[in-house]
């Protein structure tokens, strides 16, 4: 199979990329910017392709350039600390994007379109102990949940009025290597095992009460990819998680397990975890396990305690 994965130098794109080469997949990954680092060290059936997918020309000349079966849209403008300032632009990459690429699959009959959603979608499900199931309906409240909301509308709308196969896969709160740890979007694992592989005590006014469905990298991947080569997708919405919220304070007990001696300290509070979202329960439902046999694999103490050993085997991302 030949698969196109957007954003592929992204944090779950590149992922995906390396999950897919390992299978032994033909990979078209594209990109806006330069190519990063972690792009040479890849081997196999791989080409790298810049592209604006705002483009509808753009798009159409990397499709007659490329053999491709299947995509992987993960590429996004990707949380509203990004997108508030800058709303048109985020229109195009998150909506006018997702379009030019479901017409083209629908052009040149892909069999498989996979939307990369999120669990921000559901701005208003406030209670955090309370599972959001494949077919609440979405509520969104600020651009970045709006713009996927309608990426996701289009995918729908592709499936049920086109009869491409797409379909749509929420993510949540995904952490893994690399580390990336610049913003607080990002949540308080990087940030937690960051400080305390470096030796410097957490010690935070705040924070401790925030809860979410915090996922592996390698599971995201993998449930993606899942869903792209899956005989047939039943549903147009499937979410990819653990079904299960962690609290920061957990994750500080994790990371404490990971790394001996780590000192983290948390207040009451859910800041600074909530300045460009809100709390929501955790994404769940059984439709992907049902469709494609895939179900997460990591635990949190388990997917820490991977991530922690990873960092330490590359010493100089703690600069």
Same mark, same amino acid.
Request: with cysteine; hydrophobic share 45%.
């Given at each position: 199979m030949?698969?196109l !994965?957007t ?12 999950q897919a080469?390992?299978?032994g997949?033909s ?7 330069a ?6 060290g890849?081997?196999?059936d791989l ?7 705002s483009?509808?020309r753009?798009?159409?000349a990397l499709?007659a350039a ?15 600390k990004y ?6 632009a985020t !229109?195009?990459s998150n909506v006018g994007?997702t379009?030019?690429?479901l017409?083209?699959a629908?052009r040149?009959?892909?069999r498989r ?9 559901f701005q208003n ?7 959001v199931?494949?077919d ?6 600020n651009?970045?949940?709006?713009t996927?909301y309608?990426g996701e509308l ?9 009869d491409? #196969?797409?379909a ?5 709160w995904?952490?893994g290597?690399?580390? !990336?740890t610049?913003?607080p979007?990002?949540g308080p694992?990087?940030a937690?095992?960051?400080a305390?592989?470096?030796g410097?005590?957490?010690?935070l006014?705040g924070?401790?009460?925030f ?7 390698t599971?995201v991947?993998?449930?993606l990819?899942?869903a792209a080569r899956?005989?047939t997708?039943?549903h ?10 962690y609290?920061?304070?957990r994750v500080?007990?994790?990371v404490r397990?990971?790394?001996?001696g780590? !000192?983290?300290?948390?207040?009451p509070g859910?800041e600074?975890?909530t300045l460009?979202?809100r709390?929501?329960?955790?994404l769940?439902?059984e439709r992907?396990?049902q469709d494609?046999?895939y179900?997460?694999?990591? #635990?949190?103490e ?10 330490r085997?590359?010493p100089?991302?703690l600069?």
């Amino acid at each position: 199979m030949a698969l196109l !994965v957007t954003g592929a130098m992204g944090h779950v794109g590149l992922e995906v990329v390396r999950q897919a080469l390992a299978a032994g997949l033909s990979v078209v990954a594209q990109y806006r910017t330069a190519a990063p680092p972690e792009a040479s060290g890849l081997a196999g059936d791989l080409a790298w392709v810049p592209c604006d997918l705002s483009d509808r020309r753009a798009v159409t000349a990397l499709c007659a350039a490329h053999r491709i079966d299947a995509c992987i849209h993960s590429a996004a403008i990707s949380n509203e600390k990004y997108a508030r300032p800058q709303p048109l632009a985020t !229109v195009d990459s998150n909506v006018g994007a997702t379009a030019n690429l479901l017409e083209a699959a629908r052009r040149d009959s892909w069999r498989r379109f996979v939307f990369v959603s999120t669990g921000s979608v559901f701005q208003n499900s406030t209670d955090v102990s309370r599972p959001v199931l494949e077919d609440a309906t979405p509520c969104v409240t600020n651009i970045y949940s709006t713009t996927k909301y309608c990426g996701e509308l289009l995918t729908r709308m592709y499936r049920t009025q086109l009869d491409l #196969s797409a379909a749509v896969v929420r993510i949540s709160w995904v952490y893994g290597p690399p580390l !990336v740890t610049d913003d607080p979007p990002r949540g308080p694992v990087p940030a937690f095992l960051k400080a305390a592989l470096a030796g410097r005590p957490i010690r935070l006014p705040g924070g401790g009460d925030f809860a979410a469905s915090f996922t592996f990298v390698t599971d995201v991947a993998a449930g993606l990819i899942a869903a792209a080569r899956a005989g047939t997708l039943a549903h147009d919405v499937y979410h990819l998680g653990s079904g299960e919220n962690y609290t920061a304070r957990r994750v500080a007990e994790a990371v404490r397990a990971a790394v001996p001696g780590a !000192v983290i300290e948390l207040g009451p509070g859910t800041e600074p975890w909530t300045l460009h979202t809100r709390m929501r329960g955790p994404l769940a439902g059984e439709r992907l396990a049902q469709d494609t046999g895939y179900r997460v694999g990591h #635990s949190l103490e388990a997917g820490i305690r991977a991530f922690a050993d990873w960092i330490r085997a590359h010493p100089e991302t703690l600069q």
